[in-house]
């Protein structure tokens, strides 16, 4: 894979935390860590968490957004909706330089890694 897609470091939140007061309103993620495109998917390896998603498993990817409340500028994120032991996980991506960067970098960001996604899995451009 190329290295623009390897160990970028990126923030991660899930649909629980997303539907709670405090992840929606008040701090957005639940992690950080690094994400990487592999053979197979996607990895990231987080200090609290780690996530391998292989290919077949993904059933939705989109761009969605965070809270405006959290952030009053639009931040984007990757929504991933896949499955993993029978049960549907979702988690936001949300690739960034680092934890000062604007967020319209960060927005670009979102949108380049969206667009190799979309690229390496063209199955899912029609969900």
Not at 62 to 83: D, G
Request: with cysteine; glycine share 4%.
């Amino acid at each position: 894979m190329e290295s623009e897609f390897q160990n970028q470091f990126c923030y991660v939140s899930t649909l629980e935390h997303q539907s709670t007061f405090y992840g929606k309103y008040i701090y957005l993620y639940t992690d950080k860590g690094q994400l990487s495109l592999t053979n197979d998917g996607l990895e990231y390896l987080g200090k609290k968490h780690n996530y391998s998603i292989t290919r077949s498993s993904i059933k939705n990817i989109e761009i969605s957004h965070y809270s405006r409340v959290a952030k009053p500028f639009k931040l984007n994120c990757i929504k991933i909706s896949y499955i993993s032991d029978l049960v549907e996980n979702t988690i936001y991506l949300t690739p960034t330089a680092s934890g000062f960067t604007p967020i319209y970098k960060i927005n670009q960001l979102v949108k380049n890694w969206f667009s190799k996604l979309m690229e390496i899995m063209p199955e899912l451009q029609n969900t």
